[in-house]
């Protein structure tokens, strides 16, 4: 199944897949736009537990929360490889062209932490993009070893790690608990506290300067935080998106049954386990110790299958619905999935957050669904005519000039 594809040209099903994910990503970030941020983890604390707002909360988890993040990152790796082989079929040097990226990349995302949106992932995947640059050479089945290897490393120093919690919680909850214990107790669950929803939905309902000061104030470390949680995530994932472009699995290379295989099992297992820890998150009355774990480290390997599982599906659907306008668009969104992306957050932050329409916290969980919906079209709408007439989305032509020092040519040459 090893591919040979010439490394200057497009493909649709990577285009599909990323725009899939770029589209995908939304649906669990739209929580994080419009929500304080334990409102993510657990509807007891911010979101609401009647039935519509439970319902969309277990969906999202099950079939969304970090899958689509995690198709983000196997493609991230495929691409690499294919800048990797493009370089080198020029004959530039491929690691000044990578890191070079890289370092616009990571420019890029603090602008957007700092200035637009909290959650960003662009830094993040600037500086773990530039540790997966040292394993390109690797042959396929290498890669894959030593990414499930990695991974299962991160579940288990995760799961020790925030594990931790539970242990606090039932020390501290403890009838002869000792005060130090309590008090570290409750220095966490500060975090989560009444009093610290209010805040930060005073700030995000305050000006526009009031949001950026506390980043810079408060913080202005998250970005560098971030990639210490989530190395054992994403690099593992950029690896396999490697090998799965070496080997010709997210090309379409492999044959029907494969992908089936792993449509089917990747997402019925995965989403029977992510189930049960959702039982497990509602049996203990949306804990927010339980939730933390069930969505951070306990959920990490159904994560991977269903993650594998939705690359697989998505693409026996572009290899059956190739020609169909919807699949199209889709690719053409992905082709723009930088642009998408930030432009995103732009349009979100400005419709949620108080130097906008101030819609913070004051729209239900599953209402926000139609603001998904939205930009669902939107990114359906723009991105197909404008690359009929330009090589490259707006911020992808940004990038790509910036990294190579020299304006890209842009507008498309007719036929």
């Known amino acids: 199944m090893a591919t040979t594809a010439p490394a200057t040209q497009r493909f649709l099903e990577l285009d599909a897949l990323r725009g899939f994910a770029v589209m995908g990503i939304l649906a669990m970030n739209i929580m994080a736009f419009a929500m304080p941020e334990m409102a993510y983890m657990s509807p007891a604390i911010y979101g609401g537990t009647d039935t519509p707002d439970l319902i969309a909360w277990i969906a999202s988890f099950i079939l969304v929360d970090g899958k689509m993040r995690g198709l983000f990152s196997l493609l991230f790796g495929a691409s690499m490889m294919l800048i990797i082989a493009s370089a080198e079929a020029k004959g530039q040097n491929p690691g000044k062209i990578h890191y070079s990226r890289m370092f616009w990349l990571a420019l890029f995302g603090l602008l957007h932490f700092f200035f637009i949106w909290w959650g960003d992932i662009l830094f993040l995947y600037a500086l773990i993009g530039s540790l997966a640059f040292l394993f390109r050479n690797m042959q396929p089945g290498k890669l894959i070893k030593w990414a499930v290897g990695i991974y299962i490393i991160g579940c288990v120093l995760l799961s020790l790690g925030i594990g931790t919690m539970i242990f606090l919680q039932m020390a501290a909850t403890a009838p002869d608990a000792p005060e130090a214990m309590i008090t570290e107790y409750n220095k966490m669950t500060a975090e ?197 007439n330009f090589r490259y989305g707006p911020l992808e032509w940004l990038w790509r000039s910036l990294a190579r020092g020299s304006f890209q040519p842009m507008r498309m040459t007719p036929s």
């Open 192 to 388: 989560w506290s009444p009093a610290a929803i209010a805040e930060e939905i005073a700030v995000h309902t305050g000006s526009y300067v009031d949001i950026v000061s506390k980043k810079f104030a408060e913080d202005w470390h998250m970005p560098f935080v971030n990639p210490l949680m989530l190395i054992f995530e994403t690099l593992p994932l950029m690896m396999i998106g490697m090998a799965f472009l070496k080997n010709g699995f997210l090309l379409g290379q492999a044959e029907p049954a494969h992908y089936r295989k792993w449509a089917i099992w990747g997402l019925a297992l995965g989403a029977l386990i992510y189930a049960a820890l959702g039982y497990v998150v509602y049996a203990s009355d949306f804990d927010a110790v339980f939730a933390l774990n069930a969505s951070v480290a306990w959920s990490m390997l159904p994560r991977l299958l269903m993650t594998i599982g939705y690359a697989a599906l998505f693409i026996l659907l572009i290899k059956k619905y190739a020609g169909s306008g919807l699949i199209q668009r889709v690719a053409a969104a992905g082709r723009a999935a930088f642009t998408n992306y930030l432009g995103t957050s732009i349009v979100m932050t400005t419709i949620f957050y108080g130097y906008g329409l101030g819609l913070y916290g004051s729209v239900g969980r599953w209402e926000l669904y139609l603001f998904v919906l939205g930009m669902w079209a939107l990114m359906l709408l723009w991105s197909k005519p404008w690359l009929e």
